[in-house]
């Protein structure tokens, strides 16, 4: 099968490797789209993601695709099923597994990080992360599912309520997809902080949201929200997040950052607005929820999901050949 191997770092090769074996309890899927996100870029350059990926590795964690094969102990799915594939796997006995923390796991892997990934013609994993999709959700949208999957795990981490203004800052990916998820989850106003005039708009347009700000530009308002969501993970805009805070308010520190990154705030201000701050860590427990958002119509991606690459363009999308992207995905098979 064709796989595109990170080979050290910042290369990549194009080699033949043989279908992978499955284990009793492991399903082998023909590999449809792979996601390409932040993290592969953190793992392309030496950085660790979720775990540290060592060479050789075949990257990819947001997956989607159709089972060739089962292992003898699957029972969940069946060859011919199209899926999506969770790519965080826990021990299940570590003191965070034991505690209803399995993001925190002391034992993570990750397919497409520490185990081979969807950037090859064929993946394997364990029946306990793989999921049937429904039959409205596009093998190419589902591709997605991974990163709503976290965005999930991040609001499940606060308490929403519909009287709240939200703000998230940040018109990425993930900033653009919190921005639909905070509303399907009931919260009345969300807006949206970025630096790109036509993706604020679109989401205005698009999704709901009802004030943008560019921040290039003009200033987000101070002490305005009872939730706001970083998702950019620079010193300046974690900075802008606490600053925009009101009395009670909550925020939510989900981008991430380099690894020696500081921002300062005021401590007073912690203590007299008694403000909660929460950071947020992949997505535990939460993946059915992101096909159900898909399933359900509450989230859209499509008109989130720019290019569409094939396996050779991907390094240079990594290396920044490629401009203009909202979100890429693979196409790795048919």
């Given at each position: 099968m064709k796989a595109l191997v990170l080979t050290g770092v910042k290369q990549f090769e194009i080699q033949d490797l043989p279908?992978?074996?499955i284990k009793p309890d492991e399903v082998l899927v023909n590999t449809a789209y792979a996601g390409v996100c932040g993290t592969d870029h953190d793992l392309y350059a030496g950085?660790?993601?979720?775990?540290?990926a060592v060479p050789p590795?075949?990257?990819?964690h947001e997956n989607s695709g159709v089972v060739a094969a089962v292992g003898a102990a699957?029972?969940?799915?069946k060859p011919g099923d199209r899926v999506a594939v969770d790519p965080n796997i826990y021990c299940g006995q570590c003191d965070y597994c034991l505690t209803q923390r399995p993001e925190l796991c002391d034992h993570l892997s990750a397919v497409g990080v520490t185990r081979d990934g969807g950037l090859a013609e064929q993946f394997t994993a364990p029946a306990s992360v793989v999921y049937k999709l429904p039959d409205n959700v596009s093998l190419k949208d589902a591709a997605a599912i991974e990163p709503?999957?976290?965005?999930?795990?991040?609001?499940d981490l606060l308490k929403l309520r519909p009287y709240q203004k939200a703000l998230v800052i940040g018109d990425g990916f993930m900033?653009?997809?919190?921005?639909?998820?905070?509303?399907?989850y009931g919260v009345h106003q969300v807006d949206l902080a970025g630096i790109f005039d036509e993706k604020l708009k679109r989401n205005q347009e698009l999704f709901g949201v009802k004030n943008v700000y560019n921040t290039t530009r003009e200033s987000i308002p101070a002490e305005s929200y009872d939730v706001i969501i970083e998702a950019v993970g620079l010193p300046s805009t974690q900075a802008q997040a606490v600053a925009a805070a009101r009395k009670g308010a909550q925020v939510l520190m989900f981008g991430v950052g380099p690894q020696e990154a500081h921002f300062e705030m005021n401590t007073y201000?912690?203590?007299k607005k008694q403000l909660t701050i929460q950071g947020s860590f992949i997505n535990p427990l939460t993946f059915k929820d992101a096909i159900s958002l898909l399933e359900s119509g509450k989230m859209n991606v499509a008109p989130l999901i720019s290019h569409e690459l094939g396996l050779e363009e991907v390094q240079d999308f990594l290396d920044g050949r490629i401009k203009g992207v909202s979100k890429a995905v693979v196409k790795v098979g048919a």
């Open positions: 279908t992978p074996e950085r660790p993601g979720s775990a540290a590795i075949v990257l990819g699957v029972t969940n799915v709503i999957s976290c965005a999930a795990h991040g609001v900033g653009q997809l919190f921005a639909q998820i905070v509303q399907a201000d912690i203590y």
